[in-house]
């Protein structure tokens, strides 16, 4: 049995680890709060982007399907993957769920003959990508706790040139929606080229359809609707891509706020147990002395 010295040592240890992950713990849920500010914000302006973005596809017509990011590729030979992860760990299985979810939609394209070109935001996705031996296309780290929208333009760039000069057929994007501090969910979404459903809007739907035969438009565009909208898409794209950056900041601090709450919770069990095992020993140490003591007296009488 371990003495009352070592097994104090250890619940000093403990406790001091404990304070770490309530601090931690703390840090995080103030920073998931800012991040649900910042999802709020950004609600608005996305579904506005959106809201004008379908509207000059409407007035655009059939000149929209000219645009080379509403242009399907004839054929699909490599699929670009933006892995979405956190630039630090110690958030239980945040970023190891969506590396997962990437490898296996990569090995879903490796059976149907289909490439895969790899881009990881985020320092655990960058690293963990190159561990397992994916050669990357693109990575964007630093960011990862507070995305700006330069940050979703810099990778929208990227995308966007990489796709438009035929080096990828498609691209899709995996990542972290948030839910709640307590779930977040893996999503895997289709980024490029964007679908007709998407922004396009449905023919006959009442707003912005057609009735009777001709297109009802909505407003009057200067210059030309699919001049305009050839401007929005780019932004849609962007505005896409840092929704995604915004939700995984924010499902990264739910999932620490969790996993450290998990940590000091266990803390403390470890801290119980070993107060128990101290004062076992210190009771053995007691019943040794008295007995030492009564062996004495026997011996001296």
């Known amino acids: 049995m371990a003495s009352q010295r070592d097994v104090r040592n250890k619940i000093a240890s403990v406790k001091n680890i404990q304070k770490i992950t309530r601090a931690m713990e703390m840090v995080a849920a103030a920073r998931l709060r800012r991040a649900e500010q910042r999802i709020e914000a950004l609600r608005p302006y996305a579904e506005a982007i959106g809201?004008?973005?379908?509207?000059?596809?409407?007035?655009?017509?059939?000149?929209?399907?000219?645009?080379?990011?509403?242009?399907?590729?004839?054929?699909?030979?490599t699929v670009g993957l933006l892995v979405v992860t956190g630039d630090r760990g110690l958030a239980g299985g945040f970023n190891s769920q969506v590396i997962r979810a990437a490898v296996r939609a990569s090995?879903?394209?490796?059976?149907?003959?289909?490439?895969?070109?790899?881009?990881?935001?985020?320092?655990?996705?960058?690293?963990?990508?190159?561990?397992?031996?994916?050669?990357?296309?693109?990575?964007?780290?630093?960011?990862?706790?507070?995305?700006?929208?330069?940050?979703?333009?810099?990778?929208?760039?990227?995308?966007?040139?990489?796709?438009?000069?035929?080096?990828?057929?498609?691209?899709?994007?995996?990542?972290?929606?948030?839910?709640?501090?307590?779930?977040?969910?893996?999503?895997?979404?289709?980024?490029?080229?964007?679908?007709?459903?998407?922004?396009?809007?449905?023919?006959?739907?009442?707003?912005?359809?057609?009735?009777?035969?001709?297109?009802?438009?909505?407003?009057?565009?200067?210059?030309?609707?699919?001049?305009?909208?050839?401007?929005?898409?780019?932004?849609?794209?962007?505005?896409?891509?840092?929704?995604?950056?915004?939700?995984?900041a924010a499902g990264f601090f739910g999932a620490q706020m969790t996993a450290m709450r998990s940590a000091s919770e266990n803390a403390g069990e470890i801290i119980t147990d070993y107060t128990l095992q101290m004062n076992r020993a210190r009771q053995a140490e007691i019943t040794q002395e008295i007995m030492e003591v009564v062996a004495g007296a026997e011996g001296v009488s």
């Open 107 to 248: 090995g879903d394209l490796s059976e149907q003959g289909i490439g895969s070109a790899w881009f990881a935001s985020g320092r655990r996705g960058v690293s963990s990508l190159a561990f397992r031996g994916y050669e990357l296309s693109g990575s964007y780290t630093g960011f990862a706790d507070r995305p700006a929208y330069a940050d979703a333009r810099t990778i929208a760039d990227d995308l966007v040139e990489a796709y438009v000069d035929g080096k990828l057929d498609r691209v899709e994007i995996v990542f972290n929606s948030y839910v709640s501090p307590l779930t977040q969910r893996v999503s895997q979404e289709q980024l490029l080229p964007l679908s007709q459903e998407a922004i396009g809007g449905r023919e006959g739907d009442g707003e912005g359809g057609e009735t009777a035969g001709e297109p009802r438009p909505l407003v009057e565009y200067e210059p030309d609707p699919e001049q305009i909208l050839e401007r929005l898409i780019p932004d849609f794209v962007e505005i896409s891509i840092y929704r995604a950056l915004v939700e995984s």
């Open 51 to 77: 809201r004008m973005t379908r509207q000059a596809a409407e007035a655009a017509g059939a000149e929209a399907s000219r645009l080379p990011l509403l242009n399907e590729h004839e054929s699909t030979e």
